[in-house]
């Protein structure tokens, strides 16, 4: 049973233009969540984090957005790079520090 | 500063054998966690360690087991290996909100 969900398997943007990746969760539960970048044959690389306590979280290029309500997060890149390109998951947990729940990630591709 | 290193690299077995996998976590940092990536597949948590416990599991079977040492470094054991068990093997360690993960265990199961 998939608790997160990533409905996009890929999405292609052009460099400096703003990506949004979205991520859909069904756990009510679940009050921490990260992003995460990898790169093919590394581990997933820590992007951005969010706590339900809050709906919007910002580091540089990257903002994660959070909707409670709707059960719903976004990873917003602006301006998006050809180095971002990468797939992305998007994970959440009942108890921040405890077990991911991972979604099966969004290829992204920024081309120039 | 060293991040979470794991080994080895990669790792071709037969079916029915067993397998260990290592990790040693980041400077710092006391919590363990295992995770399973198949192909196409986000990973999918198969146990955490926590002061050499495991704290909390997932859904994977009794085949599954881990060890933490007291200097945070971990194992992960798999016995009577399936060809289901072809995989990533991550481990990830954390000390608060964050989990920062290794590069990765290739396991192929023949």
């Known amino acids: 049973d998939q608790q997160v969900k990533q409905n996009s398997p890929s999405l292609s943007v052009q460099e400096g233009r703003i990506s949004i990746l979205n991520c859909d969760y069904t756990n009510s539960m679940f009050d921490y969540f990260l992003w995460y970048k990898k790169y093919p044959a590394e581990g997933p690389t820590f992007l951005i984090s969010?706590?339900?306590?809050?709906d919007k979280n910002e580091d540089g290029r990257f903002t994660v957005f959070l909707n409670k309500s709707a059960k719903h997060l976004s990873l917003h890149i602006v301006p998006s790079q050809p180095g971002d390109s990468a797939v992305y998951f998007c994970?959440?947990?009942?108890?921040?520090?405890?077990?991911?729940?991972f979604g099966k990630g969004t290829s992204l591709l920024v081309t120039p | 500063d060293a991040g979470v290193t794991q080994s080895p690299t990669h790792l071709i077995k037969t079916r029915g054998q067993q397998v260990t996998l290592r990790c040693s976590p980041k400077?710092?940092?006391?919590?363990v966690s295992w995770y399973q990536q198949a192909l196409g597949q986000g990973p999918q948590f198969i146990f955490q360690?926590?002061?050499?416990?495991?704290?909390q599991r997932g859904n994977f079977p009794d085949r599954f087991s881990g060890h933490q040492f007291p200097n945070y470094s971990s194992e992960l054991n798999v016995n009577a290996l399936l060809l289901g068990d072809s995989a990533l093997y991550l481990c990830a360690s954390n000390t608060a909100d964050t989990q920062y993960f290794g590069p990765g265990t290739r396991l192929t199961v023949l």
């Open positions: 400077s710092g940092h006391d919590t």
């Open positions: 994970a959440a947990s009942a108890n921040s520090g405890y077990a991911l729940n």
């Open positions: 969010i706590s339900s306590i809050k």
């Open positions: 360690y926590y002061e050499e416990e495991e704290r």
